[in-house]
Structure formats: C-alpha cells, structure tokens
C-alpha cells in the first residue's frame, strides 16, 4: 500500500509560481511511475505530467496546455516528487492530485492506469 501526501498548493497571481510536492511512503518508491492530474469541479480530472523511471532513463511527459510552464521531477532518496509549476493562469485554478502507479507507464492519460491517489491540494490562480 502506497499513500500519497500532496503540499504547496495556494493562492498565487497570474503570472506566478508555485511548487507541488507529493510525499509518498513505501520501499519502492523509485520503481512507480508518478504523476500529477487536475480536476475543477464538475468537470473530469485531467492529466498534467507524469514521470517514469526505467532502462530508457528518466521520462517525463506533459499535456499540452503545461508544456514549457510546468516541470515534473522526483528525488527518490526523499520518496517525493514535485510538480513546479510556473507562468501560472487563471485556468491553471484546479485541486491537483498526485497519482502513482506500479506499473511502469509512459506517458499514461488513463485514471485507471493509476493505483493510488493523494487528497489534493488547492492551486488557485487569480487575474
């Protein structure tokens, strides 16, 4: 079992920064394919950057609309990964989730795909 602890999340203005840490408990944190999704709500949570560790190295991949503001990386001696988020917009505004899956993905959109989730942290940006 694999628990998920998000932190960072605020109020920020546009324009500004801010950075997401997940802390996550386990032995074999390196091996886990984490990531970060979003959700406002009513709307469907959406995937915002993952992170894989295998023979290929260090993947990492981004949706679109964070690609050039938002950086994903991970520090497996802390069990942690981060989610720096810059350029911040209005519509960055979201509760942020932190996911982690067992199985080594690359570059996996799918809810399903993931085994764990933390609770979330607020990102609100204002205009």
């Known amino acids: 079992q694999v628990q998920l602890v998000e932190s960072g999340g605020g109020l920020v203005q546009a324009g500004g920064s801010l950075r997401l840490s997940c802390a996550a408990s386990g032995r074999t944190f390196s091996t886990y394919t984490m990531a970060w999704f979003r959700q406002a709500p009513g709307k469907e949570r959406e995937f915002v950057a993952a992170n894989t560790i295998s023979w290929r190295g260090d993947s990492t991949y981004y949706a679109d609309f964070v690609k050039g503001r938002f950086t994903i990386s991970r520090d497996n001696a802390k069990n942690t990964v981060y989610l720096q988020m810059n350029s911040l917009k209005p519509e960055d505004t979201d509760v942020y989730y932190c996911?982690?899956?067992?199985?080594?993905?690359?570059?996996?959109?799918?809810?399903?795909?993931?085994?764990?989730w933390g609770q979330g942290t607020q990102v609100t940006v204002s205009s």
């Open positions: 996911a982690a899956s067992s199985t080594r993905l690359y570059g996996s959109s799918q809810l399903k795909e993931y085994d764990y």
